[in-house]
T-cell receptor
Framework: DTGVSQDPRHKITKRGQNVTFRCDPI?????LYWYRQTLGQGPEFLTY????????KSRLLSDRFSAERPKGSFSTLEIQRTEQGDSAMYLC????????FGPGTRLTVL | SQQGEEDPQALSIQEGENATMNCSYK?????LQWYRQNSGRGLVHLIL?????REKHSGRLRVTLDTSKKSSSLLITASRAADTASYFC??????????????FGSGTQLTVLP
């Protein structure tokens, strides 16, 4: 257990539905990252928060994706109008220097 | 995009043997980190080596870094069946600015046979 938690651990949804994932980082960490990992590949960076400010977004993060980190604590990642290509593991990490990852949310879009 | 590339993609060894995995990357880095991932689970941080370090040890793990060749290796000594997992290298590139996001390779799948 790294101290980073994610909820839910698994999500199955139908194409076109919206989904929201939550990440609770290690409390004293002000840096928070979202990554996406597809089968057989390493994680790919999606977005980064320093406290409540979203400072960096990957071009992988289409307009259907939005992330928030209100009050600089937990973070949410929402995917609107899901597509089958969104099926992946969504990983959250928090950091003071090293990045510590949560267990991930596995999304399956039918 | 994947900056790091691990080699080999898959490695199968007997318990007690040593396992060596290599990682190559493309750009200048602040540090390089190795992670382990059991099937369908999150990543576990193993070790971080800074760009000004050449070798680092942690228990049965030994990591080397050669910035002139843009490569790193992870050695697991006296392997155990429980070491079976995917191993990823990840670079914190100097070009990433304040975000310091990690760029991962595609991993080495290690299987340790009992």
């Amino acid at each position: 257990d790294t101290g980073v938690s994610q909820d839910p651990r698994h999500k199955i949804t139908k194409r076109g539905q919206n989904v929201t994932f939550r990440c609770d980082p290690i409390s004293e960490h002000n840096r928070l990252y979202w990554y996406r990992q597809t089968l057989g590949q390493g994680p790919e960076f999606l977005t980064y928060f320093q406290n409540e400010a979203q400072l960096e977004k990957s071009r992988l993060l289409s307009d259907r994706f939005s992330a928030e980190r209100p009050k600089g604590s937990f973070s949410t990642l929402e995917i609107q109008r899901t597509e089958q290509g969104d099926s992946a593991m969504y990983l959250c990490a928090s950091s003071d220097y090293e990045q510590f990852f949560g267990p991930g949310t596995r999304l399956t879009v039918l | 995009s994947q900056q790091g590339e691990e080699d080999p993609q898959a490695l199968s060894i007997q318990e007690g043997e040593n396992a060596t995995m290599n990682c190559s990357y493309k750009t200048s880095i602040n540090n390089l980190q190795w992670y382990r991932q059991n099937s369908g689970r999150g990543l576990v941080h193993l070790i971080l080596i800074r760009s000004n370090e050449r070798e680092k040890h942690s228990g049965r793990l030994r990591v080397t870094l050669d910035t002139s060749k843009k490569s790193s290796s992870l050695l697991i000594t006296a392997s155990r069946a429980a070491d079976t997992a995917s191993y990823f290298c990840a670079t914190d590139a100097r070009s990433s600015g304040s975000a310091r996001q990690l760029t991962f390779g595609s991993g080495t799948q290690l299987t340790v046979l009992p």
